[in-house]
C-alpha cells in the first residue's frame, strides 16, 4: 500500500513538474509552481519526512510564488510606465 503511494505521489510530482516547465505566461507559472510545491510536500509526507514537508509546503507553496506574482507584477507595471511615457 505504501509503494502505491509513493508512486501515485511521484507521478503527480512528474506531471505537476512538466506542466511548470511547459507553461510560457509567469503568472500562470508562479500559480503551477504552487500547486507543484503542495504535490512535494504530500511525497515529503508519504516518504515519512513531515518537517522537510512542512518546510516545502511553507516555502514551494506559499512563499516563492508570491515573490514570483509580485515580481511579475512589478516588471509589468515598469513596461506600462515606459510605454506611457513614449
Known sequence: MADA??????VLVA???TAAVL??????????????????AVLFTV??????GLS???VGSALTPLL????VRKVR????????QR
Do not use: F, H, N
Open 68 to 71: 514570483l506574482m509580485l515580481t
Open 56 to 58: 516545502q509546503l511553507a
Open 77 to 84: 507595471r515598469r513596461g506600462q510606465e515606459k510605454e506611457d
Open 5 to 10: 503511494m509513493i508512486v501515485v505521489a511521484l
Open 15 to 17: 506531471v505537476s513538474a
Open 47 to 52: 516518504l515519512q519526512a513531515p518537517d522537510v
Open 23 to 40: 507553461t510560457r505566461d509567469p503568472t500562470r507559472q508562479a500559480l503551477v509552481l504552487s500547486v507543484l510545491g503542495v504535490v512535494l
